[in-house]
């Protein structure tokens, strides 16, 4: 497409969406401030840099071996800059502790230091992009009973707890230096593959030693932290301890942020209408956007309905400001910086259908009981010309439109991915 035809069709959908009485260049003003929060472990298959050569645990797995896994921080920033080129607007990398820059040597959970990041906050800064966090609660001999922080073993919820507590003081370092908070994600893989008795006592044991560390206060200034939920895992398909309404309860009582993940629930069930309800409890979100298809909680994202009902949610509710959007896949099988891509994008795609929404037309009809047409409204909705918003808003933003990323993906495979071996 030419930029004239680009400009052509943005103008030919304004006219359309106006006759709606939407706004675009407003929406498309909301959409360049949304930064999603980038995933780093897609590029990798989720081994990092601790123990590359290790064992996936934890409940999460990656099928697939597709050529050109990053395996060096150095590949892993590549790829990341690479997919960063083909995306519209400024965005964050999600790092987990295991992906710190530990220069060849083996550093432990319970010893990992600020000084392991710096190399990642000195490039996050050179390069414009701010960081988030997560602990590493999984792939460690210490975690091999199925339980970390509520296991029954005091030694190993001690050394934890060190981890957690060391991983907050790094996130939060790091929002010191960004100038912005870090997201800090603690997702607790704990669980069992079957029929288990101590629900109650892991539980218990659970919340003592989150207690325990996070009694330690730190401005949200620097850092914030969040806690994940899930029901089931390979591996924990009978019990996991940090359930949603484990977490529900926690974040709440404690006043925290709560992560909700797209694939952690019921095969069946949403996470899109549970955002209206925990915004009232809780005083922010964290999504990982993800897909669930059968068993996996963590395909590609693509523009499903279930995408577009989240981005829906976050626009409708009026509280975008209080709702951080993180993804979250692993796929092994296919083309990783691709990967990366379609889901930054179909993200992005579902965040500007839903700010071209008509919204308090379509709640006027609902108080008026005009429930058709609300309907019809919604239906039409989905044909009107939002991809042509967001060609401009790639244009605009000097990134490559429709479907040229594809080659570009195929030129980087070509000329890196490919060798890697
Ligand atoms: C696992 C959780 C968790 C992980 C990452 C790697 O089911 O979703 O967020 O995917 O921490
Ligand atoms: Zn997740």
Redesign the pocket.
């Known amino acids: 497409m030419k930029v004239e035809q680009v400009l052509d069709a943005y103008k030919y959908a304004k006219e359309q969406y106006a006759t709606l009485g939407v706004d675009v260049e407003n929406a498309v003003d909301k959409l360049k401030n949304i930064s999603i929060s980038i995933?780093c472990?897609q590029a990798d298959d989720?081994l990092g840099f601790e123990n590359p050569d290790g064992e996936l645990t934890?409940?999460?797995q990656t099928t697939g071996n597709f050529a050109g896994k990053a395996r060096t921080i150095n590949e892993l920033r590549s790829d990341i800059a690479k997919v960063l080129s083909l995306i519209p607007g400024k965005h964050r990398i999600s790092l987990?502790a295991i992906y710190g820059d530990f220069d060849g040597e083996f550093v432990d959970r319970d010893q990992i230091e600020p000084k392991h990041f710096q190399s990642w906050i000195d490039w996050a800064l050179e390069n414009g992009i701010k960081i988030d966090f997560?602990s590493t609660f999984f792939s460690h001999d210490k975690s091999k009973s199925g339980y970390t922080l509520s296991d029954f073993d005091p030694a190993i919820r001690n050394f934890w707890k060190e981890h957690l507590r060391r991983c907050r003081r790094i996130a939060a370092e790091i929002g010191k230096q960004q100038g912005d908070p870090c997201i800090h994600?603690i997702?607790i893989?704990d669980g069992e593959k079957d029929k288990t008795v101590s629900r109650y006592e892991h539980r218990k044991l659970l919340i003592e030693s989150l207690d325990e560390v996070l009694e330690e206060k730190i401005s949200t200034e620097y850092l914030k932290d969040c806690l994940?939920c899930?029901l089931f895992?390979i591996g924990s398909e009978s019990y996991v301890t940090g359930s949603h309404e484990f977490y529900m309860g926690y974040t709440v009582k404690n006043n925290m942020m709560l992560t909700l993940?797209a694939?952690?629930f019921h095969p069946t069930e949403t996470i899109s209408d549970k955002i209206s309800t925990m915004l009232l409890f809780v005083p922010e979100l964290n999504l990982?956007v993800?897909r669930p298809e059968r068993w996996d909680?963590?395909h590609v994202v693509i523009l499903t309905d279930e995408l577009q009902a989240i981005a829906q949610e976050i626009v409708r509710s009026g509280q975008m400001d209080r709702v951080n959007i993180g993804l979250?896949y692993f796929d092994a099988s296919i083309n990783r910086v691709g990967a990366y891509v379609v889901g930054i994008r179909a993200t992005q795609k579902a965040m500007l259908q839903a700010l071209l929404e008509p919204t308090n037309q379509l709640r006027e009809f609902e108080k008026k009981d005009k429930r058709f047409e609300r309907m019809a409204y919604l239906e039409e909705l989905k044909a009107m010309p939002w991809n042509s918003v967001y060609n401009y808003f790639c244009q605009h933003q000097g990134v490559v439109i429709g479907d040229a990323y594809i080659k570009e993906i195929q030129e980087y495979e070509k000329e890196v991915t490919s060798k890697r071996v």
């Open positions: 995933h472990w989720v934890g409940g999460i987990h997560n994600n997702w893989p994940e899930k895992g993940d694939g952690h990982h993800s909680s963590d979250d």
